[in-house]
């Protein structure tokens, strides 16, 4: 009886397996990640540009003290190494003293007095005019003059700078007639008043 039943369960066994589905084959794809390694080329080596070098500096050599210089050197050296300067043209004073002694004029105030021209100088063409013109609460001064014998003062010119001992100005005497004039220095202050002027006599010659 045991034997019955274990074949019967063979048997069975046997048909359930011959029952059963073939399995099939699935194919999957599974995506792959590649890296790519990229190599760079070397960079260039840096060369540095080369160092500049001046060139050396000429120096003359120096000329021995007992030889002479030829003049058209010495000429041509003084040309190049002498620095142009602009020339200022100024009036030339061509005024000359009346021999014998000299006698400064006569002034009332030591701040408003002349120097030049003397008693009796005798003037010819541009005079340079000195003295000193520095009151108190100085605002200009002026010079002024008249033929002899007439009473009208004529002005020459006015300045508003203060003087010292030094050059006050200049008087041109080309066109006047010859003979014998006075001069005056007049120093006015700011309210318009001014002290006695220093006046001389003159002779203006050509």
């Known amino acids: ?29 599974v995506p792959v990640e590649v890296t790519v390694l990229v190599t760079q080329p070397p960079l260039p080596t840096y060369t540095p540009y080369p160092t500049y070098t001046p060139y050396p500096t000429y120096t003359l050599p120096p000329m021995p003290t007992d030889t002479p210089v030829p003049p058209t050197v010495t000429q041509t050296l003084t040309n190049t190494l002498t620095p142009t300067s602009s020339v200022t043209q100024t009036p030339v004073v061509t005024s000359t003293l009346t021999p014998g002694p000299v006698v400064l004029p006569n002034c ?14 005798i003037l010819t063409g541009i005079v340079e005019i000195r003295g000193t013109a520095q009151i108190d609460f100085f605002d200009y001064y002026k010079f002024e003059f008249r033929r002899k014998g007439t009473p009208d003062w004529a002005f020459v010119q006015r300045f508003e700078h203060t003087v010292i001992d030094g050059v006050l100005g200049v008087w041109d005497t080309s066109s006047l007639p010859a003979g014998a004039y006075a001069f005056r220095l007049v120093v006015v202050d700011k309210s318009g008043n001014y002290p006695q002027p220093c006046e001389v006599e003159v002779t203006v010659e050509h």
């Open 108 to 121: 009332p105030n030591p701040q408003a007095r002349l120097t030049y021209p003397t008693v009796n100088a």
């Open 1 to 29: 009886m045991k034997k019955a039943t274990s074949l019967l369960v063979l048997m069975v066994l046997l048909t359930a397996c011959q029952l059963r589905p073939t399995p099939e084959i699935v194919r999957v794809t």
